[in-house]
């Protein structure tokens, strides 16, 4: 597969994968706000929701979380930058984009920092 190739084939799926994610965002945000006390609902009832809300809290965060790494992947296409190491500015290897369309940096930066976190 050739570089362009690769790089169509990738933002169509980033552009499913933004699609997906605010789908999700939108419909959890309608189960949160739909998650109301009621007059008959005891103490059992009440912690049960408050559980739930709690649940989809923190799903609503990580979903969103990830919309927004997707779209500023997806803005990178729209700069040129796209498939463009984060660190040293040079072109991120087919083979990482290949297994990682969300890839920011090269593998060699990639390793580096492992290096160094690992210290
Ligand atoms: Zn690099």
Do not use: W
């Not at 803005?75 to 498939?83: L, N, Q, S, V, W």
């Amino acid at each position: 597969m050739c570089k362009e190739a690769l790089k169509i084939r990738n933002k169509s799926f980033l552009l499913k994968k933004q699609e997906d994610k605010r789908a999700t965002l939108l419909s959890k945000e309608r189960d949160f706000r739909s998650l109301q006390p009621t007059e008959i609902c005891d103490k059992g009832d009440l912690a049960v929701i408050s559980r739930e809300k709690e649940l989809l809290c923190c799903l609503i965060e990580v979903t969103a979380k990830t919309e927004k790494e997707v779209s500023e992947i997806i803005d990178k296409f729209h700069y040129g930058t796209y498939g463009i190491c984060e660190n040293c500015f040079e072109d991120i290897e087919d083979s990482i984009l290949k297994k990682n369309p969300l890839a920011k940096i090269c593998e060699i930066c990639h390793y580096e920092m492992c290096l160094l976190t690992k210290r």
